[in-house]
């Protein structure tokens, strides 16, 4: 039997990401930046061991591990690796390795805590500290063929996911039930379980989100699903204890990942039928997400994307429902997506954010009625030289089982 050949990063995607972000900061006048978080130390090492990479201007960058070395040494591609016992250690190895600390030190100040940052502010003997954030995120967001290829992957696992979902989906399981059933599936192919969210305030982001009739309808949904909660008591988490029954729409958000890369998709489901009502409101959503994706090219920005969703929605009588009921409205029809589920460009009201071919984005257009149930669709696309492309492989249409 053949072993499966382990997942790596090769190692022309690490030389071009961290050239991309050199250049960065050679006109930001950064001449050093120490990467702190996990999934920007993966981007840029190929490994998410417990470690902390050094990324000069100029020249190549240090990856500095606590543990655990071996695996870092084998997943990396970089050619300095080198092994430590504590964070201490860390500005005495740039030292030996390029003859001088930086009088600039670039960080990851979007998430990094403020105990943290007083910590590496005396550990280093900077001049300044700056935030490197944008510069790391800018470079992230836009994907290479090898990063589209492996969040095709993780979309071909979502499709197999949604067709169980269609196989095993009957009245009387609870939403949490049901999304423990395909959840277990999900893993099975090789769904990583944990999805990466950048938000302190979300506290983790839950893979699944099962909304059946009246839980659809709670007000301030949309912002729940997106950061990562859901329906249930105490904390929101996704899927809650209401039972699934026939003639109701039951809206299922699923976020998978699959080595590191994520997909973010939604699709309806009923159980025998589906009130037409219903069916008409699942229809107009389906419709904006086709009218916006047909706007989509490089030069476009997200706020027109954005305003030709709400005008569509207008013109087919949701203005009071569309993405959220009145008063609980959000203001976004779409996040960024890849290593971490919820990436920049945000595709929201009056944002100035300019298309570019390799920026991936989750489209959701929902539409949510006040105590009674949600209507909505979710796909993932990318953003090519004249268009897009849809990533997403689950079919665009109302499953009724």
Not at 259 to 276: L, Q, V, W
Request: include cysteine; charged fraction near 25%.
């Amino acid at each position: 039997m053949l072993r499966e050949k382990p997942f790596r990063v090769p190692e022309t995607e690490i030389q071009s990401r961290i050239q991309s972000l050199q250049r960065e900061m050679d006109k930001a006048e950064i001449p050093g930046l120490l990467i702190l978080q996990r999934v920007d130390l993966f981007y840029f090492s190929g490994t998410a061991q417990n470690g902390f990479l050094y990324i000069p201007a100029s020249g190549e960058p240090l990856l500095m591990v606590k543990r655990y070395f071996p695996r870092a040494r084998r997943e990396s591609a970089l050619t300095h690796v080198v092994e430590i016992s504590s964070v201490k250690a860390v500005p005495g190895k740039i030292h030996d390795l390029f003859g001088h600390l930086p009088s600039v030190l670039g960080l990851e100040l979007d998430v990094l805590p403020v105990r943290e940052f007083e910590f590496y502010k005396g550990l280093f003997p900077a001049k300044r500290i700056v935030d490197a954030s944008f510069f790391i995120l800018k470079v992230r967001g836009i994907k290479s063929a090898w990063e589209i290829e492996q969040m095709e992957q993780t979309a071909e696992m979502s499709r197999k996911t949604f067709e169980h979902m269609r196989a095993v989906i009957r009245p009387g399981l609870s939403e949490m039930e049901f999304a423990g059933m395909f959840e277990t599936f999900a893993r099975k192919l090789g769904h990583g379980g944990m999805l990466m969210d950048r938000s302190f305030q979300s506290g983790g982001a839950y893979p699944w989100h099962v909304l059946s009739g009246k839980s659809g309808g709670m007000p301030g949904v949309l912002d729940a699903a997106a950061s990562g909660e859901g329906t249930s008591a105490a904390f929101p988490s996704g899927a809650g204890r209401k039972p699934l029954a026939s003639g109701e729409p039951i809206m299922v958000d699923l976020g998978s990942v699959l080595n590191g890369y994520h997909m973010d998709e939604t699709r309806m489901f009923a159980i025998g039928s589906m009130p037409k009502e219903a069916q008409k409101a699942c229809h107009a959503a389906m419709e904006i997400h086709d009218a916006v994706l047909e706007r989509v090219k490089p030069g476009v920005t997200t706020g027109a994307l954005f305003q030709h969703g709400l005008d569509l929605a207008k013109k087919r009588g949701y203005e009071d429902q569309y993405l959220g009921p009145k008063g609980y409205q959000v203001r976004f029809i779409g996040h960024g997506i890849g290593l971490e589920l919820i990436e920049p460009y945000i595709i929201a009201r009056g944002k100035s954010d300019v298309l570019k071919p390799g920026m991936t984005f989750a489209l959701e257009p929902k539409i949510v009625f006040k105590d009674r149930y949600a209507a909505g669709v979710e796909s993932v696309f990318c953003v090519t030289e004249r268009g897009y492309r849809l990533l997403s492989k689950v079919p665009l249409e109302i499953f009724i089982c």
